[in-house]
């Protein structure tokens, strides 16, 4: 079967991904910090409870603890630095106690510090940063699922046995050359293409990682809510290394 005939497989996961990026569009032209801060933490609780189930946590204070956080978001200037504070307080009331159990703070490493990261890109660097981000990410997932599927041969990691080195490869090198086109309106060449390049193998290696978190608890998707896609994590999963990873660089090299 062509690679052309076989797309109709795909025709939940097409029509998601549109719909996906038409939200992200009209939410891009209104761009308004609380919109934005409202999206974005309504997936990251949606995201939170995936990742729960992924890492086998049952405690539903922690969902309390998660919103809280968020609140914090749209108050405190620095976002990122949340996850820090909350850590502190964390191993503080776990030394107290004597109680408690450290995978539960699991999922405020993952995904909570994707996201809080994601957030500050928004407030530190504004849309067009944000709008970076979606280029590289959904380049690197387009091209290696394109390439992928037309020349792949080689596997690239026995973790996530689908993904080849062809379509790495390809997935990187084009959200490189499209990151560069976005990112050259903010930064100087160089800096572009450098950082288009890193931002994209992060994202490689945020798939790979969501994919070793199902493979271990032994779930295809890390839920249902996307038609073709599975979760929340299933389809942002690359954005929350690569959102790390973006606002490091801008920060570190310009």
């Known amino acids: 079967m062509s690679f052309i005939s076989g797309m109709g497989k795909y025709r939940d996961r097409i029509l998601t991904g549109a719909a996906l990026i038409s939200a992200v569009v009209i939410i891009s032209i209104i761009n308004k910090e609380w919109l934005m801060w409202l999206v974005i933490g309504v997936m990251y609780m949606t995201a939170f409870y995936e990742a729960n189930q992924l890492f086998g946590v049952e405690n539903n204070s922690l969902y309390v603890y998660a919103l809280?956080?968020?609140?914090?978001?749209?108050?405190?200037?620095?976002?990122?630095?949340?996850?820090?504070?909350?850590?502190?307080?964390?191993?503080?009331?776990?030394?107290?106690?004597?109680?408690?159990?450290?995978?539960?703070?699991?999922?405020?490493?993952?995904?909570?510090?994707?996201?809080?990261?994601?957030?500050?890109?928004?407030?530190?660097?504004?849309?067009?940063?944000?709008?970076?981000?979606?280029?590289?990410?959904?380049?690197?997932?387009?091209?290696?699922?394109?390439v992928g599927k037309s020349i792949g041969k080689h596997q690239?990691?026995?973790?996530?046995?689908?993904?080849?080195?062809?379509?790495?490869?390809?997935?990187?090198?084009?959200?490189?050359?499209?990151?560069?086109?976005?990112?050259?309106?903010?930064?100087?060449?160089?800096?572009?293409?450098?950082?288009?390049?890193?931002?994209?193998?992060?994202?490689?290696?945020?798939?790979?990682?969501?994919s070793l978190l199902k493979r271990r608890a032994g779930v295809k998707d890390s839920g249902n809510i996307l038609p073709g896609h599975g979760g929340i994590l299933d389809r942002i999963d690359g954005f929350l290394f690569a959102s790390i990873a973006l606002v490091i660089l801008l920060r570190g090299l310009t």
Do not use: C
């Open 68 to 146: 809280l956080m968020w609140v914090s978001v749209l108050f405190y200037p620095y976002p990122d630095d949340l996850l820090f504070i909350g850590g502190l307080i964390f191993a503080s009331i776990t030394a107290y106690s004597n109680r408690g159990e450290w995978k539960h703070f699991l999922p405020f490493m993952y995904p909570t510090a994707g996201f809080l990261f994601l957030f500050t890109l928004y407030r530190e660097y504004q849309i067009e940063a944000l709008v970076w981000l979606m280029v590289i990410v959904v380049a690197t997932d387009i091209g290696a699922f394109i």
């Open 156 to 210: 690239f990691s026995p973790t996530s046995p689908n993904k080849t080195i062809e379509g790495v490869v390809g997935g990187v090198v084009i959200a490189t050359i499209l990151g560069f086109l976005v990112g050259v309106t903010i930064v100087d060449i160089e800096k572009s293409v450098l950082i288009s390049l890193l931002v994209a193998v992060a994202s490689v290696f945020g798939d790979l990682f969501e």
